[in-house]
């Protein structure tokens, strides 16, 4: 089954506490992006990796980190969470021009 | 710069009846998609429907349709025969998929439906 994984579902951790969710795909997907969803904003992109080795910044990467050292994962990093990246973060992967795949998403809350 | 705008923040429609969602977008690139997503109560993302900027025929999958005028830039998402479990938050998205093709998905804010019976 063509699926993106996402782990964990749900976070709870305390500010300054580095933390890594990842993100994995079964497609051969060329590009991989994180996105946040807050209320009343919609989805933005964190950041985005169009292969391997290619990774580019985002609307909003402030206090992001992430690595495509495999085609198929792409683990996002919060190397010091603050209260304000708590948000529903979702990975998704597509091909070239068609729909994006979603993982199941991620509620972090940061306190 | 590109964007997309959602102008329904929350909407009604009796059970059984159609009911239209409104998007616009506004990008300089020829070479777009246009996408249309539900979000459930649950949270996760379910791709409901596809329009190419070059297509000339307006996309349909099921009960959903899209009613793509791209002279005005808008791609509205039409439910007929409307569900109980269509009430969800629905999004427009858009991907240039031109030269500048990031992968990248740019979202409006969202309309939140809710499916009387």
């Known amino acids: 089954e063509a699926q993106v994984t996402q782990n964990p579902r749900y976070l709870i951790t305390v500010t300054g506490k580095k933390l890594t969710v990842t993100c994995s795909q079964n497609?051969?997907?060329?590009?991989m992006s994180w996105y946040r969803q807050d209320p009343g904003l919609g989805l933005r992109q964190i950041y985005y990796?169009?292969?391997?080795?290619?990774?580019d910044k985002g609307d909003v990467p402030e206090g992001y980190k992430v690595s495509r050292k495999e085609k198929r994962n792409f683990p996002l990093i919060l190397e010091s969470p603050s209260p304000n990246q708590t948000s529903l973060y979702f990975c998704?992967?597509?091909?070239?021009?068609?729909?994006?795949?979603f993982g199941p998403g991620t509620r972090l809350t940061v306190t | 710069a590109q964007k997309i705008t959602q102008t329904q923040p929350g909407m009604f429609v009796q059970e059984k009846e159609a009911v239209t969602l409104d998007c616009t977008y506004d990008?300089?690139?020829?070479?777009?998609?246009l996408f249309w997503y539900k979000q459930p109560s649950s949270g996760e993302m379910i791709f409901l429907i596809y329009q190419g900027s070059y297509d000339e025929q307006n996309a349909t999958e099921g009960r959903y349709s899209l009613n793509f005028q791209k002279a005005r830039k808008s791609a509205n998402l039409v439910i007929s025969a409307s569900q109980l479990g269509d009430s969800a938050m629905y999004f427009c998205a858009m991907r240039e998929v031109g030269s500048s093709n990031t992968g990248k998905l740019i979202f409006g804010q969202g309309t939140t439906l809710q499916v009387k019976p």
């Open positions: 497609m051969n997907h060329e590009y």
């Open positions: 998704a992967s597509s091909s070239s021009h068609y729909e994006q795949y």
């Open positions: 990796s169009m292969n391997v080795e290619v990774t």
């Open positions: 990008t300089s690139d020829q070479s777009y998609g």
